[in-house]
């Protein structure tokens, strides 16, 4: 039987490796056994270590650590803002180009704000929904897309929200580390967090709430997270989240290397596919997201093939992967089912190698060359 090739992980999107630092973390985490809760030396050294976490979270993004709650991830996180700002009675507004678990949180009563074709949201849109009725509001509007990587002027939005007296909600779970965040300068009411995108164990989510806005807790049970989450705090995970957060300030220095890289895939992609389409490419984007597709090639056949040759990418977002409808996100910037259908999503990170991008770029033209080429070439015939 043939050896696997070596593997080239190029979807730091849908999870990055963990880093050596942060898994020692965990593992000594583990060794605490104390309850966060217990009055006790042993519980108030696990109280310790989630408390050093929160400050280093809080960190990461010029948050206050009160302002920091503990999830098990950026799904519950994302669930956490929208069932509040429902339970108080705002109405939703997200962008059309919003995760999954923002979406489906938000529910069928949300209004959806309109993008350009290139992915950025329309903000005479989202001025024009929130004059449109009176009444409090929640506007949803993520930093980067997942998919694309694309950049949104949150700022900006957020100003438009609050003069119109509504809480802006942050999705940042694709920019730590690959952007500067300061909740402050964005003007941000929530944000929410991903402990395994920035290098940190899986399990471990983070929602910032702004100092004084009240917040309805989904779990109930306990007095956790000063009574907004139930439940014993994930004591190795919230840990691994804390290191890996500060470890994120080390990436920033890392992504115009990143942007090199995610280029030189483009370029040569483009030189051997004139007509390959990359979704957002002509915005600010992640430096180290790329999504593109040729008409023709399936996602699913792409992401097959390439990871016959030990090469990891995605089809969109991971946590779609089971689906056959395309993609929300890029119909949404008026790609055509065809083109939706083609596109992959290419995510490098911080041990991603010029060699790993080669293999992707020469691979992938093999198989276009099989697919494409070769099917025109027998029509002909």
């Known amino acids: 039987m043939p050896a696997m090739p070596a593997t080239a992980y190029l979807d ?6 963990l880093k050596p630092a942060v898994a020692e973390a965990v593992a000594e985490a583990l060794k605490l056994e104390g309850n966060p809760s217990s009055l ?18 809080a960190g990461l993004i010029g948050a206050r650590a009160s302002e920091i709650i503990f ?5 519950e996180a994302n669930n956490l803002a929208l ?8 109405r939703l507004l997200i962008s059309a180009v919003e995760h999954d678990s923002v979406r489906r949180a938000a529910g069928s009563q949300a209004r959806t704000i309109a993008v350009d074709e290139n992915g950025v949201v329309r903000l005479e849109a989202l001025a024009a929904e929130l004059s449109r009725t009176d009444g409090p509001a929640l506007v949803a509007l993520m930093l980067a897309n997942n998919e694309t ?3 949104q002027p949150l700022a900006e939005a957020a100003e438009i929200a609050h003069a119109h007296e509504a809480l802006i909600f942050c999705d940042a779970i694709q920019t730590p580390g690959r952007l500067a965040l300061d909740v402050t300068e964005l003007g941000v009411d929530m944000l929410s967090l991903s402990a395994h995108k920035i290098g940190g164990p899986m399990g471990s989510g983070a929602l910032m709430v702004r100092r004084g806005l009240p917040l309805a807790p989904q ?17 190795p995970g919230i840990v691994g989240f804390g290191l890996a957060a500060e470890l994120a300030a080390d990436d920033l220095a890392t992504q115009t290397a990143l942007a090199a890289l995610r280029d030189r895939l483009e370029h040569r992609l483009q030189a051997v596919s004139p007509d390959l389409r990359i979704h957002g490419g002509t915005v600010a984007r992640l430096a180290n997201t790329s999504c593109f597709g040729q008409t023709g090639l399936v996602s699913e056949v792409q992401v097959m093939a390439l990871d016959l040759e030990g090469i990891c990418v995605s089809a969109g977002a991971a946590c779609s992967s089971g689906k056959l409808a395309p993609s ?10 065809a083109e939706a ?14 060699e790993d991008v080669d293999r992707l770029v020469e691979t992938w033209c093999a198989l276009r060359q099989r697919v494409l080429v070769g099917a025109a070439e027998r029509s002909a015939a």
Do not use: D, K
């Open 71 to 75: 999830t098990s991830g950026g799904s």
């Open 219 to 235: 779990i109930v049970g306990g007095g956790q997270e000063l009574g907004r989450r139930a439940g014993t705090e994930n004591l």
């Open 12 to 17: 730091y999107n849908a999870t990055a490796p």
């Open 328 to 337: 929300h996100v890029l119909a949404a910037m008026g790609a055509s089912p």
């Open 341 to 354: 259908a083609s596109a992959i999503r290419v995510s490098l990170g911080w041990q991603t190698r010029v």
């Open 40 to 57: 006790h030396r042993r519980g108030q050294a696990a109280r310790h270590a989630v408390e050093q976490a929160r400050s280093q979270v």
């Open 83 to 90: 069932s509040a700002a429902r339970a108080s009675g705002r």
């Open 149 to 151: 990587g694309v950049i």
